[in-house]
């Protein structure tokens, strides 16, 4: 079964209507739809925007850590047959590309940049 995410934005919303899209989605498939609404007040300052997009990167960083520990665990159970085949050479070549990109977000997560002020 799929599951699908939607997500409704949008400014000068009144949370009464909020509540009242929520109600009409819940009462549509009762227990088998679940709504959680935040309220969304995105940064506004060029450093907090910084760091908004600094946390962005960090989650990316982090997936595509995953990813390459996955490809990892797969080779390692390989047989060494297939390890020195094509097969492992794939895996060793996408493993050594996320690491890459793995090292350059992780430089981009841990930057810093100092604003300067209005005046």
């Known amino acids: ?5 939607l997500e409704i934005a949008g400014s000068g919303l009144q949370r009464r209507s ?15 739809v679940t709504v959680s609404v935040r309220e969304d ?19 990316a960083a982090s997936e595509i ?3 390459r520990d996955e490809l990892q665990e797969w080779y390692d159970n390989l047989p060494e047959n297939f390890q020195n085949g094509d ?12 690491e890459t ?3 350059s977000l992780d430089e ?6 100092d604003f300067p002020g209005m005046y």
């Open 65 to 67: 850590e995953s990813l």
């Open 87 to 98: 097969k492992g050479e794939q895996l060793q070549s996408a493993i050594d590309e996320l």
């Open 1 to 5: 079964m799929s599951r699908f995410i």
């Open 41 to 59: 007040n995105p940064p506004t300052s060029r450093s907090a925007r910084f760091e908004a997009a600094q946390s962005q990167v960090t989650d």
């Open 18 to 32: 909020v509540d009242k899209l929520v109600k009409s989605l819940e009462e549509m498939k009762k227990g088998e």
């Open 108 to 113: 981009v997560a841990n930057a810093t940049v």
């Open 101 to 103: 990109l793995h090292d």
